[in-house]
C-alpha cells in the first residue's frame, strides 16, 4: 500500500463548480500535512497547510480526519487558473522528518 | 520568482558521460533536498542535507551523487546513468528541519535526459 494516495484524476470541471479532492495515508506517525500546487511544467508551491480544526483561505477548504487517515481540499467557485496538479503531502515524524509526497490529482477547469 | 535556482534547465547526456546538476537557494534557509520526479510518478525524494550535514538518502543508486559545499549550494553529480533515470530533477529548501511545518520552496528543475 502507499504510504500516500491521491485519485490522480483528471478532473474536468466547468469553471464556477466546486471540486474535492480527498488524499489517504497509510503511517499513523504521520504529522504534519499539506496541499501543494504544482502547475504544468513549473515546481510544486506550497497551497496551504492543513489542520485538524481544518482551515480556510479564500475559495480553497483543507481538511484533516486524523481517525480515518485522510486530509480534503475543497475547491469552491473554480476558476480557469485552478487548472493544475494538486499534491498532498505528509510529514512523517519518525525520529527525523520525513516528506512524501503523494502522485498528485489533475484538474482542469474549463471555460 | 523563485528564491531558488537550479542550473542546467535541460540536460542531454549519455550513459557514459560525467555532468553536474547545480542548485542555489538565496533565502537563508539551512535544509536543502533534492528530488525525482518522473512522469505519472510521485515526486521521490532522493537526498536531504541539514546545516550541510546530509541527514537522508533514500536508497539512491550510487551514480547519483550529491555535494553540500554550503547552506546555500546544492549539487547533484551523475556519472554512468541509465535511461530510466530521465526525469525532472527538483531541488528544495526549507528553514530547516526542526520543524514538521517547515515549508519547502523549489526551484525550478532540471530536466533531464539520458540516451
Known amino acids: 500500500r502507499k504510504e500516500v494516495e491521491q485519485d490522480p484524476g483528471p478532473f474536468n470541471v466547468p469553471e464556477g463548480a466546486t471540486v474535492a479532492f480527498n488524499c489517504t495515508y497509510s503511517?499513523?506517525?504521520?504529522?504534519?500535512f499539506f496541499w501543494y500546487r504544482q502547475d504544468c511544467r513549473k515546481e510544486p508551491k506550497l497551497l496551504m497547510s492543513?489542520?485538524?480544526s481544518g482551515n480556510e483561505d479564500g475559495r480553497f477548504t483543507a481538511q484533516l480526519n486524523r481517525a480515518s487517515q485522510y486530509i480534503s481540499l475543497l475547491i469552491r467557485d473554480s476558476k480557469l487558473s485552478d487548472s493544475a496538479t494538486y499534491l498532498c503531502?505528509?510529514?512523517?515524524?519518525?525520529?527525523?522528518?520525513?516528506?512524501?509526497f503523494g502522485a498528485g490529482t489533475r484538474l482542469f477547469v474549463k471555460a | 520568482e523563485t528564491g531558488v535556482t537550479q542550473t542546467p534547465r535541460h540536460l542531454v547526456m549519455g550513459m557514459t558521460n560525467k555532468k553536474s546538476l547545480k542548485c542555489e537557494q538565496h533565502?537563508?534557509?539551512?535544509?536543502m533536498y533534492w528530488y525525482k520526479q518522473s512522469a505519472k510518478k510521485p515526486l521521490e525524494l532522493m537526498f536531504v542535507?541539514?546545516?550541510?550535514?546530509?541527514?537522508e538518502n533514500n536508497s539512491v543508486p550510487s551514480r547519483f551523487s550529491p555535494e553540500c559545499p554550503n547552506s546555500s549550494h546544492l549539487f547533484l553529480h551523475l556519472h554512468t546513468l541509465q535511461p530510466e533515470d530521465s526525469a525532472l530533477y527538483l531541488c528544495?529548501?526549507?528553514?530547516?528541519?526542526?520543524?514538521?511545518?517547515?515549508?519547502?520552496?523549489f526551484g525550478p528543475g532540471t530536466r533531464l535526459t539520458v540516451l
Open positions: 503531502v505528509v510529514i512523517l515524524n519518525t525520529g527525523g522528518f520525513k516528506t512524501i
Open positions: 542535507y541539514n546545516f550541510k550535514e546530509q541527514t
Open positions: 528544495a529548501s526549507s528553514q530547516d528541519l526542526s520543524s514538521s511545518y517547515n515549508e519547502q520552496f
Open positions: 533565502l537563508g534557509h539551512n535544509a
Open positions: 492543513v489542520y485538524s
Open positions: 503511517n499513523s506517525a504521520s504529522q504534519s
